[in-house]
């Protein structure tokens, strides 16, 4: 039984609503999202799109604040995207990123230079062609992959994607972060 995401997500929506919470919530990420930064080499001039936000959209909210780029933050479930924008506005972030409810395997915005695709979107492998084939030429994708102990809890890329690069993370549901680049 998958009981990780629904917990997380309860969490988030849960947490959503107080400013300190969301606070406390993003600072365990803010490492992740740096060294994805600087992976991927998102600067101000990047568009970045975030699969998978949650009601906390944390990718989100540092990736705004450490590079000033435009994010365009994506989550299916309405309530998290609700969420999200509500957290945003708290933080007064509303200006910088902007939260629509769609499924990353389907509808997106296209004209993105670089995308973040969280752990718990799925399905990863639809997302990524969907991603390649909106995405600006150049776009850099990151997909989290699980780590070990936890490969049963989440889906993930196919081993035959291979990556440019790759960033090892801190972290116990994920050891790394794959970047793709899209050919010109």
């Keep these: ?11 988030e929506k849960t947490c959503s ?5 969301i606070n406390l919530y993003t600072s365990f990420y803010k490492d992740v999202v740096t060294r994805e930064i600087t992976l991927a080499n998102i600067s101000c001039q990047d568009t970045v799109l975030n699969i998978g936000c949650g009601a906390i959209p944390f990718t989100a909210i540092h990736l705004a604040r450490l590079t000033g780029a435009k994010v365009w933050a994506v989550d299916r479930d309405i309530n998290a995207v609700e969420g999200a924008r509500y957290s945003l506005k708290l933080l007064g972030l509303t ?21 973040v695709v969280a752990l718990q979107a799925e399905p990863k492998e639809t997302i990524f062609k969907n991603l390649f084939s909106l995405g600006s030429p150049g776009a850099r994708l990151i997909f989290r992959h699980p780590s070990p102990s936890y490969k049963s809890f989440y889906d993930q890329l196919p081993e035959k994607y291979c ?22």
Excluded: C, R
């Design 1 to 11: 039984m998958q009981i990780i995401q629904p917990v997380v997500s309860y969490i």
């Design 17 to 21: 609503k107080k400013k300190m919470l």
């Design 95 to 115: 200006k910088k990123v902007l939260v629509i409810e769609g499924d990353g395997s389907e509808k997106i915005p296209s004209g993105f230079t670089a995308a």
């Design 163 to 184: 990556p440019a690069a790759h960033q090892k993370q801190n972290m116990k549901t994920f050891d790394k972060s794959l970047l793709f680049i899209k050919n010109k």
